[in-house]
């Protein structure tokens, strides 16, 4: 393996064999004097960090995606062009469209978040129309701006499409690809400041590596790791990455069921999860920004275990299985059951998570997200329910919960209310009440105990309304785009 | 009325619609910001120790640690400061640095306060070395709720009174008695961390003798200056303190940045090396002050067209653990108990309450709006006691407008509101958005949704423009052109966003007739420009608007002095043209102009002051004019809430406001605009909470949520009143415009308040407190339905 991280920065070949590894992407490009991009929170939130990723992807063809440089660790980009801020002009200083959009439609007040602004719209500009203001809303929802309200903004990353089109940039998109392929980066072993950052390139050797450095910090898109070494002071002796292993990126129909590689990240999942459930596509949109949906990994969240991760309450709804992997031995359980109590869970030392398996076919998942602020929250209460009616019975009920314990979990006791039950309100009354004895939940600034509560059983009140009086308005949001 | 002041029709001069002057720089990330500035080699960087207590003594400091950790230089304690160790703006109650090692101790008032400073090679190195010290602590019981600080006395200054009789001679409590209805309550409205996205920063660099050259992110480099001056006992002429812009400020960088300063100047004293502090997120969020949180009780009679007869507030606000503003904040929250209404008899009372958490300082409005949101949920209560629509009630009570007295137009504070306009901008604006017709609309399909439920609400703002500590209303300015004709533009104030550099350079081109772009723009600095005041009040353009126009109109009248005598010609004759006088029939262009009055030994650079006229103020009898004039506007929201959930989304707002005659379209709107979504995220998704230990849980923007771009209103509506004209001798007929806008967000509270009620069929008051948080709407839809 190289020793050094290589990749493509505005256009130009870099190779670093010095930077620690846990150094952010943030911290090495101000280093070099690229102050365009910001610091705004150093937790990924605010996105004034905003720099654009590009890759060959999983299907071959080239991608861009935004990511906040202040949770990317620098080994991270190796075999990755990365694009600040200041690429975007032409070398005559001739403005992007999405920059002189901005600044002609008063899009920038104090300007400190803008940088991260222009980044975002631009990672769309080249294969997206005019957003309307939904799709607006999507692709700035990681971006904070405390200064305009995001009016002006929404209307200049419209209006951007009405300006010339910017041939240096296109000639720049179109280069990319070779560029990449000239770096030939494989996969890595770093080495610096006594620190180890392992990049293998298979699942094999990503296995191996794992069972053979069983104290290595495994990191996969580092929306959490990343806050460990910002906040925390984080500083592992060894960490193994599982980005550059593409297998570990597919998703894949088996017969009943949808394999997600533990690799793939929410925006990569999120088309194929919202054909087949699209709650499921709701949810995932309010999950993070468009950066941390393009940098965080399903097998990721789950691996880490956060009791008020999104995806689990779903997953765990439809009956998902989770396959672990140890060296060469494999082993595959209920997902509900790799959750065994706050911060712990059912994972070996030197065992990655490999793929989640999906069955499909089942009966409709609802997914009801709560938090305080709509998109880009964490959230209060989470309610995922998959029940199934059959001649007015319920034959089927998986309700699973976030938030509401330390752990995603099932509401059992509601789902024994249900199940073998006619389907209704009285019935959905008694799992509400029922709903009272499978969680204990706590206060803290997120919500009360007594407000997570009321509301995970409002939440049934609200699934039994969806099915039985689809005439009425129950959810504020618009579709999400 | 006067007419506007005539100008010479210059490119992008003033009343025209000109982008931010850095609007390019900002999009191409290359605007410089203070931590973008090349470091020099072997800069240091700065990070605090912080106390992890609320309240209690140091008993031991160990530092061996700290200063043993890799890349660690200095370690500096209360020990270290060779000057006064207090950051207080106003009065000396803010210890800087808490604890000293040489005697082991330190008093301990909020969890998260400095006690120590640490400098080391490198950011990372020193906040990592901050965390290494073994502290030891006596820990007290912490004070933390209003509450709490009431029933221990817990004060940082005395409580402040301000009454005015009825015309009869009555005083609130009798008026009240009197009054054939009566309605009591008690409203709670939580504080607001400013995020501008731009944390606090500051770069100190030693020059020769003891000087040091601070850039910063402070919206007060005066008071900065004199910080740091004192905190190293040396003369403020030893510091130059520079701003060029802030990445966002909002009030949370008028005092609160001198910390900050203070530190980076400390460290580079003492190694006599640059030294950089900039604090990371979560350490800004606990260290620096926020809006203040307040409690309002009131009373209030009234009669049943809901016209108030008598009204009495106490206004219990939680100040923090030391003083900084709160005083004046505080008098705000009081001048604008009354917000348009005239109230007849009438008691206002305010506490200033010490507590164990981060001293509570300015932010946009400052008191103001948390004044308003008493006297509006007043008028919504008495209105919903009386099944009237909220607005005939707002109309109701509205001070007299301008030339037609009725005898209500005198403030609790015995000012006369002479430019009372609001009523004309409420009529047209509930036409304009289609109040009446969308209020029973919405009533209807309410009716037929028993999830969601809509609520729409129309609130009006009248703010009072000047700073209420009198001798703040000062600016001033230097003007300096240069022999090719160049124009260089300083004055006080500081750019944060919000346009101030770009207006008030709109000014200088429209006095002098030249095109804006050959004004150039510059840092603030406190060595050209001394002794100002922050930029705040929502005064900027105001004053230095004015200040630079005194400047100006001194070149122009040697200009034309030495022009007349040049080209032989009266004075009178001599006309300023677009790049160009007239000098009898001759033209001369700005150009020959400069250079000829140069070899003629002219002076080409002028200061320029201003003080704001016929304000004054008699805090002991609490009477007098505080405002110069007011700023007006009123805002229509209409939001939507679940009624499972608590959760609420803004739908529409419409939106007028008086600017007077803007002197810059685009940038007011702006400040209208942000100003709304930034006051609906004070009293919607913004939650403040801290854990019973005292410890600030919300103190990043993962736990602390504000606006995100799905929150701004589907439909908005905006627009400057038309008609708008400052009564005043302001700077071209202009009104301020940075704060009033958040307060037409009190308009959104309202309508989610209506939202709940329908829940409830209207059958009982919300009484939904701020801010209002999916768990405070859906603990006032189940009150307003089970009582």
Known sequence: MPGAIRFILNGAMQSVADAAPTTTLLDWLRAQGLTGTKEGCAEGDCGACTVGLREIGPDGRLATRPVCACIQLLPMVHGREVVTVERLAAPDGRLHPVQLAMAEGHGAQCGFCTPGIVMSLWCAWHTEGPPSPERADALLAGNLCRCTGYGPIVAAARAAHDLPRPDWDNADAAAAPARLGALSAGPLDYAAQGRRFLAPDTLDALAALAARHPEATILSGATDVGLWVTKRDFDPATIVWTGRVAALREIREEPGALVLGAGATYAEAHVRLAALWPDLGRLIARIGGAQVRAMGTIGGNIANGSPIGDMPPALIALGARLILRRGDGQREIALEDFFLDYGKQDRAPGEIVEAVRVPTGGPALSCHKVSKRFDQDITAVLGCFVIGIEGGRVTHARLAYGGMAGIPKRARAAETALLGQPYTRETVEAAIAALARDFTPLTDMRASAAYRLKVAQNLLMRDFLERTRPDLATRLAPEPV | ?787
Request: charged residues 25%; aromatic residues 6%; negative net charge.
């Open chain 2, 1 to 787: 009325m006067d007419a506007p002041d005539p100008s010479p029709a210059v490119r992008d001069g003033v009343h025209t619609p000109r982008r931010h002057d850095s609007a390019e720089k900002h999009v191409a990330g290359s605007a410089l910001y203070a931590d973008d500035v090349a470091e020099a080699p072997g800069t240091l960087h700065g990070a605090f120790g912080l106390a992890t207590i609320a309240r209690g003594r140091v008993t031991a400091l160990d530092l061996a640690p700290v200063h043993a950790a890799p890349g660690v230089v200095a370690v500096l304690t209360a020990d270290d400061v060779p000057g006064l160790n207090d950051t207080g703006p106003v009065v000396h109650d803010e210890v800087f640095l808490a604890a000293s090692e040489a005697t082991q101790s330190g008093e301990v008032n909020f969890h998260g306060q400095p006690l120590f400073l640490v400098a080391a090679e490198t950011r990372h190195a020193a906040r990592r070395a901050a965390r290494l010290a073994r502290v030891k602590y006596a820990e007290e019981p912490p004070i933390l709720t209003v509450d709490e600080a009431m029933a221990a006395g817990s004060r940082v200054a005395e409580p402040y009174r301000m009454a005015r009789p009825d015309a009869q001679g009555r005083d609130a409590d009798a008026a009240i008695a009197a009054a054939p209805r009566r309605l009591a309550g008690r409203l709670a409205i939580g504080g607001q961390e400013h995020f501008y996205l731009e944390g606090q920063v500051a770069l100190a660099t030693p020059g020769e003798d003891a000087d040091l050259h601070i850039l910063t992110s402070n919206q007060h480099p005066s008071e900065c200056q004199l910080v740091v001056a004192h905190v190293l006992g040396l003369p403020a002429h030893a510091i130059t303190v520079e701003v060029r812009r802030m990445g966002g400020g909002f009030g949370g960088k008028e005092t609160q940045g001198n910390q900050t300063a203070a530190a980076a100047a400390l460290i580079a004293h003492r190694t006599r090396r640059p030294a950089k502090v900039r604090l990371d997120r979560d350490d800004d969020m606990v260290t620096t002050g926020k809006r203040h949180d307040f409690v309002i009780d009131w009373e209030a009679g009234f009669d049943d067209t809901g016209g108030l007869h008598g009204i009495r507030f106490t206004q219990m606000a939680r100040c923090g653990w030391s003083l900084d503003l709160s005083n004046a904040i505080c008098d705000r929250a009081m001048f604008h108990a009354d917000n348009c209404y005239h109230l007849p008899a009438v008691e206002i009372v305010s506490h200033r309450l010490r507590t164990n958490t981060a001293s509570a300082t300015a932010f946009r409005g400052f008191g103001g709006p948390q004044g308003m949101v008493g006297i509006e949920r007043v008028m919504d209560e008495i209105a919903f006691a009386l099944g009237r629509d909220p607005l005939e009630v707002r109309r109701a009570n509205f001070y007299d407008p301008p030339g037609r007295p009725r005898g209500r137009s005198t403030t609790p504070y015995h000012m006369e509101v002479e430019d009372c306009v609001i009523a004309e901008i409420v009529d047209d604006l509930a036409a304009r958005a289609g109040y009446e017709g969308r209020r029973a609309e919405i009533r209807e399909a309410n009716a037929a949704s028993p999830i969601i439920k809509r609520g729409i609400a129309l609130t009006p703002v009248k703010f009072g423009i000047s700073f209420t500590t009198t001798f703040l209303n000062q600016a001033g300015a230097l003007v300096h052109t240069y022999q090719d004709g160049s124009v260089m533009l300083n004055h006080g104030g500081t750019e944060m966003g919000q346009g101030l550099f770009v207006k008030v350079a709109q000014v200088a081109a429209s006095e002098l007739g030249l095109d804006l772009e050959r004004v150039k723009i510059t840092a603030t600095r406190t060595d050209k420009v001394p002794n100002t005041s922050a930029t705040a009040a929502s005064s900027g353009s105001d004053m230095n608007g004015m200040a630079v126009k005194d400047a100006c109109g001194k070149l122009k009248a040697r200009l034309a002095s030495f022009a007349a005598r040049h080209w032989v010609v009266a004075e009178h004759a001599i006309d300023f043209l677009p790049g160009a006088i007239r000098a009898g029939g001759e033209v001369v262009a700005w150009e020959t102009l400069i250079r000829e009055a140069y070899l003629a030994r002219v002076p080409l650079s002028a200061t320029g002051f201003y003080a704001t006229p016929k304000i004054h103020w008699d805090r002991v009898n609490a009477r007098g004019r505080p405002f110069y004039y007011f700023a007006y506007g009123a805002a229509v929201t209409e939001a939507a809430i679940d009624t499972l959930t608590g959760e609420s989304r803004i739908l529409r707002a419409d939106i007028l406001h008086d600017v007077g005659r803007s002197l810059n379209p685009a940038i007011d709107l702006g400040q209208i605009e942000g100003g709304y979504v930034q006051g609906v995220g004070w009293l919607t998704s913004e939650e403040l909470w801290w854990d019973g230990s005292g410890r600030l849980r919300t103190h990043a923007p993962s736990t602390y949520k504000i606006p995100a771009c799905s929150d701004r209103p589907r439909v908005l509506n905006m627009a400057l009143w038309e008609k708008g004209m400052n009564r005043e001798l302001t700077i071209r007929r202009s009104k301020a415009v940075g704060e009033p806008p958040l307060m037409l967000a009190i308009s959104a509270l309202h309508a989610l308040s209506d939202a709940v009620a329908a829940a409830g069929d209207y059958r009982a008051y919300p009484a939904l407190d701020a801010p209002a948080t999916p768990e405070r709407i859906l603990a006032a839809v189940e009150r307003v339905r089970h009582g």
